[in-house]
Structure formats: structure tokens, C-alpha cells
């Protein structure tokens, strides 16, 4: 890998987990650079952050094409431009083939905002609550071709309150991807982070089914 990480962030609106990276990526030590920032949607508050950075930024917008397939291959295209050691997903909300998963296989991550595998797919906070769950959070997992799959990495979790919306809910949460999901990449960026065989390994020890767990109140010593 080169001295420093290249990613590519994959990105379909506002960008907030993206912006974490960003923020991260401008350390003086940061082991990444984000080479850069790619949309499936137009228009999308994400690609101004990407902009505001002066993070070189594209839309490849899935609607112009008659096949995931089709789109795939110019995601892939533009991908490979730029030669990425790490692909990011971060609140890319396409669903991948298998084909293209494979070609960024153990190199591309995704976040879900569920304690997997609970709740892989949409209305994660909302199921949580429905089901009485008394903790949410998020997951930060290496992609598999499956939906929301894949050895996960870490796991930030967080108490549901009894008084806990979808709103109030999502934004907690969202708190915690923003420092998780920086920190993932750190590991990845350093060669700290692999997945060998069928797990995530963070300095040689395989981490357990849910990755690493980070209660809430100690995500800032991560
Ligand atoms: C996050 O909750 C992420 O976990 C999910 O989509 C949301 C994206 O938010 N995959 P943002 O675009 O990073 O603000």
C-alpha cells in the first residue's frame, strides 16, 4: 500500500459520514487521502462538502441507466481511475452485485446504521424500537455480496431511551458512525485492519461476529 491510503467514497446524499472522513483525512498523520468523492444522485449536499474540500467529486447517476449492470460498469470505470486501496460506502444507498463487490473484495467498506445482523435494509431504528430493543447503533463491516454483510469491523453502540424516536434516535446514532467509521479506515490505512479467511482481523486477533464493541461512553477513547 502507498505511504498514504488512497479512498474512494461512494456517497448517494448529505454526506455527513463522508464529512467525518474528510475531517479525519486533514490530519497532519492522517493515513488516508480521499482521492475522491462519487454520487449516484445529483445535486446532493455530499458532493458540495466534497467540493468545499477541494475533494474531486462526480455523479453517476443510476437513473440514466437501464441496468444496474450498466451503471455498475461506469462506477467500476470511474472507480478505477483513480486507483483506490480502499473503497468507502458511506450512506450509499445502491444495492451492489456480487460481480461488482468482488472486484473491491476485502477492501470495501460499509456503514449500517443497525447492531448487525440485526436489521440489515431500511427502518433500522424503527424496527429496533418496535422489536423493545434496549440498545441500537451502528456497524462498520468489510462489503460481502450480500445485503448489509460481511465481517464487521466495530459495532458503536448506545442505550434506547424510553422516550426514543426514530429522530432522536438516528441522530445519537449518527454521532457515533462519525467516529467510528473514521477510525475503521485508520486501521485499514495502517495495515492494521484485514479480513483473512471468514473474519476481520485487527492486529493479528480475529474480532468477534459483531467486530469491535464500543459502548457510547467510551467511543472517545477510540
Ligand atoms: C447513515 O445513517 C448510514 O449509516 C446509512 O445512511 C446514512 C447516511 O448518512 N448507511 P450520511 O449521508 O452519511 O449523512
Known amino acids: 500500500m502507498a505511504t498514504q491510503c488512497s479512498v474512494v467514497v461512494l456517497i448517494s446524499g448529505s454526506g455527513s459520514n463522508l464529512q467525518s472522513l474528510i475531517d479525519a483525512s486533514q490530519h497532519s498523520d492522517a493515513p488516508?487521502?480521499?482521492?475522491?468523492?462519487?454520487?449516484?444522485?445529483?445535486?446532493?449536499?455530499?458532493?458540495?462538502?466534497?467540493?468545499?474540500?477541494?475533494?474531486?467529486?462526480?455523479?453517476?447517476d443510476h437513473t440514466e441507466y437501464a441496468s444496474r449492470e450498466a451503471f455498475?460498469?461506469?462506477?467500476?470505470?470511474?472507480?478505477?481511475?483513480?486507483?483506490p486501496d480502499c473503497v468507502v460506502l458511506?450512506?450509499?444507498?445502491?444495492?451492489?452485485?456480487?460481480?461488482?463487490?468482488?472486484?473491491?473484495?476485502?477492501?470495501?467498506?460499509?456503514?449500517?446504521?443497525?447492531?448487525?445482523?440485526?436489521?440489515?435494509?431500511?427502518?433500522?431504528?424503527?424496527?429496533?424500537i418496535d422489536a423493545g430493543d434496549q440498545l441500537a447503533g451502528a456497524t462498520v463491516h468489510f462489503v460481502s455480496a450480500e445485503l448489509d454483510a460481511g465481517p464487521p469491523a466495530i459495532q458503536g453502540q448506545i442505550a434506547i431511551e424510553p422516550n426514543d424516536t426514530v429522530d432522536s434516535l438516528s441522530k445519537r446514532v449518527l454521532k457515533i458512525e462519525h467516529k467510528i467509521y473514521p477510525k475503521v479506515i485508520e486501521w485499514f490505512s495502517r495495515g492494521r485492519l484485514?479480513?483473512?479467511?471468514?473474519?476481520?482481523?485487527?492486529?493479528?486477533?480475529?474480532?468477534?461476529?459483531?467486530?469491535k464493541i464500543v459502548a457510547w461512553e467510551d467511543i472517545s477513547t477510540l
Open 32 to 60: 488516508f487521502k480521499i482521492a475522491a468523492v462519487i454520487s449516484n444522485r445529483p445535486n446532493v449536499k455530499g458532493l458540495s462538502r466534497a467540493s468545499a474540500a477541494g475533494i474531486t467529486s462526480q455523479c453517476v
Open 72 to 83: 455498475e460498469a461506469d462506477l467500476a470505470a470511474l472507480i478505477d481511475q483513480y486507483q
Open 90 to 128: 458511506a450512506g450509499f444507498m445502491r444495492i451492489l452485485t456480487a460481480s461488482f463487490v468482488s472486484r473491491y473484495e476485502r477492501r470495501m467498506f460499509n456503514i449500517h446504521p443497525s447492531l448487525l445482523p440485526k436489521y440489515p435494509g431500511l427502518n433500522t431504528h424503527q424496527r429496533a
Open 194 to 211: 484485514v479480513w483473512q479467511d471468514d473474519a476481520a482481523l485487527l492486529d493479528g486477533t480475529p474480532l468477534g461476529a459483531q467486530g
